[in-house]
């Protein structure tokens, strides 16, 4: 079976997956690059599913169908890994042998490895890269040809190619002068013809696809005027611009140069959204920045929206019974259950965000977010963390 790419229509479909009560089996595993590292993954995986192994023992907690599914799952997932491993960063696979579902996934971002058994799939880390990736329309184009490409998570596929009528040459000289100006009259109404129809047709691919933002190529006064065509609507997703010869670029190029405009066009993004959020936080108004707090606010449910530096890790604590996150402490101040450590308490805020149908925002490039590690915008004030209620 091969490798999926992420898209909507298979999150949709793994979202809607109904078990009938049998356990599912949900594995993350980071994909390096390196040759070596690549063949230790069989080991890491085995690892991982020691405690599905474990629970395939267990009479009590499952019956026999259940355990002979996930008993096959963990099969499955170790000969498919053992077999072919996807490009890096990451691969997902999804499991419930009984009830004949089993999927994999390439993921376009890294991920902490880990196996999940649960009545449901664990969908959490696929949902949050699914937000966390534009869905561009790369248009490139020249007064007579334009192309209309597909970017997403590292896939670039082509949606459409326009030709307009031969243009003759803007420096065509006739009669004194007056054939040379009907002629690039001519040629002028010829371009502006097809810079409308690429617009149009651009409407369509955007509703039908459903694109988020823009990314325009060509020459610069080629895509300038073009830009002039385009709806208030399409104006405004215009993410960014860039130089490219459309009779001498071949797709390879073509996605690196895209690529690198999107790349800006998110870097850009990233500082902005630091900026306002570190901001928000430093009047009080609405947002919260540092680990701390924002564990807290976490920890109640306050979060609309968590800011995240890429590079940072945390160690701390989860509470197994309340969900309560923090630093440190052997003992939940909220419940008195035992916590549990974790390797990166970070994670786990970004999962119970997500959880609570809130938005994860990872930032990689450098930030001020790098000294506090995370920042958010808030839904509600939380109240007094319990050290300070006391």
């Known amino acids: 079976m091969k490798v999926t790419t992420l898209e909507p229509h298979t999150v949709e479909k793994l979202v809607a997956f109904d078990s009938g009560g049998l356990p599912t089996l949900s594995l993350y595993v980071a994909v390096p690059t390196d040759p070596n590292e690549r063949q230790r993954v069989a080991s890491r995986v085995n690892s991982l599913l020691s405690e599905a192994r474990q629970l395939v023992k267990d009479h009590e907690r499952l019956d026999h169908e259940q355990r002979l599914s996930l008993r096959d799952d963990i099969a499955r997932i170790e000969e498919a890994v053992a077999r072919e491993l996807p490009e890096p960063p990451a691969l997902a696979i999804f499991a419930c042998s009984g009830a004949g579902l089993f999927e994999r996934v390439r993921l376009p971002g890294r991920v902490r490895d880990r196996a999940v058994v649960d009545k449901s799939l664990w969908l959490r880390p696929l949902l949050a890269q699914l937000d966390a990736f534009h869905r561009y329309c790369v248009v490139v184009l020249d007064r007579r040809r334009a192309e209309l490409w597909e970017l997403f998570a590292g896939e670039f596929k082509p949606t459409a190619e326009l030709d307009a ?11 004194y002068g007056l054939e040379e100006h009907r002629v690039r009259n001519r040629a002028e109404q010829l371009a502006h013809r097809h810079f409308r129809a690429v617009a149009e047709e651009l409407e369509q691919v955007v509703r039908l696809r459903d694109i988020e933002l823009l990314l325009v190529g060509g020459q610069e006064h080629e895509v300038r005027q073009f830009v002039r065509f385009l709806s208030p609507r399409l104006r405004a997703r215009v993410a960014a611009t860039f130089a490219v010869d459309l009779d001498n670029v071949d797709p390879r190029k073509l996605q690196q140069a895209a690529e690198e405009a999107a790349r800006r066009y998110e870097e850009r993004e990233e500082r902005e959204l630091v900026e306002r959020v570190l901001a928000e936080a430093a009047r009080g108004n609405g947002a919260v920045a540092g680990l701390d707090a924002c564990l807290w606010a976490g920890s109640v449910g306050a979060i609309g929206l968590l800011v995240v530096d890429g590079s940072g890790s945390a160690a701390g604590v989860r509470c197994p019974s309340c969900g309560w996150l923090g630093r440190a402490g052997e ?3 909220l419940c008195d259950t035992a916590t549990v450590a974790v390797p990166d308490v970070l994670d786990d ?22 000294e506090q590690l995370v920042a958010a915008e808030l839904r509600f004030p939380p109240p007094p963390p319990p050290a300070a209620a006391e």
């Open 349 to 370: 805020l970004a999962e119970e965000v997500i959880a609570q149908q809130g938005t994860v925002e990872h930032i990689e490039v450098e930030t001020p977010l790098r």
């Open 331 to 333: 003992r939940c101040p």
């Open 165 to 175: 009528e031969h243009l003759r040459k803007r420096d065509f000289a006739g009669w």
